[in-house]
């Protein structure tokens, strides 16, 4: 199943079962934000479609936004906690074993800019597979780590969700305003 496909099955179940949205949306961001299944599953797109479908349902922003939030925090402390317990033996698991480059960029990352790095990767694919099983990895001080992705975590939940709403917003905008005059 392609990504696209992936994503509009869950909208469309979401926008018909709303009481699923923040469990569903919880699943989702975690598994966004852990390690290895981010890069089997990506799932932000699945999450800006149901931003959008806020505009027009009943789905209320802040429970789905919790639950993102935690969700992508969880998934970034679960991964921080396997590199803190698997250190360099990770290596030798996939995708570092095949792609070494994800975990020394990812290092190097956090070698620059320190904790500021776990809030700057959450905002990008590779570096958010990667940066907190790195963080684990080089030991980086526990309440730092859990300060940054915790913040970037419903930042970039909000961030997500929002994209979605926004993008609906203007596309029925352009609609209503624009492409609607035009075909008439």
Same mark, same amino acid.
Do not use: D, K, T
């Given at each position: 199943m392609s990504l696209e496909e992936f994503s509009r099955q869950v909208i469309e179940?979401?926008?018909?079962? +709303? #009481?699923?949205a923040a469990p569903i949306v919880f699943a989702l961001?975690? #598994? +966004? $934000? @852990?390690?290895f299944v981010s890069l089997i599953l990506p799932s932000w797109a699945a999450l800006v479609g149901i931003g959008a479908l806020m505009k027009g349902s009943g789905l209320e922003l802040v429970p789905? *936004? @919790?639950a993102a939030g935690i969700g992508a925090a969880l998934g970034d402390w679960l991964s921080y906690w396997i590199g803190a317990k698997c250190k360099r033996s990770i290596i030798r698991a996939w995708p570092f074993s095949r792609y070494p480059d994800l975990l020394r960029r990812a290092e190097a990352f956090i070698k620059r800019w320190g904790v500021p790095a776990i809030f700057i990767g959450r905002f990008s694919g590779p570096l958010r597979a990667s940066v907190p099983?790195?963080?684990?990895? @080089?030991?980086? $001080?526990? *309440?730092?780590?859990? @300060? #940054?992705n915790f913040s970037s975590a419903f930042v970039w939940a909000a961030v997500l969700l929002m994209l979605g709403d926004v993008g609906a917003t203007i596309t029925t905008w352009l609609w209503d305003h624009v492409l609607a005059k035009l075909w008439t």
């Open positions: 179940f979401v926008r018909v079962h +709303e #009481a699923w961001a975690f #598994a +966004e $934000s @852990l390690a789905v *936004w @919790l099983i790195a963080a684990g990895i @080089l030991n980086m $001080s526990y *309440w730092p780590f859990q @300060l #940054a």
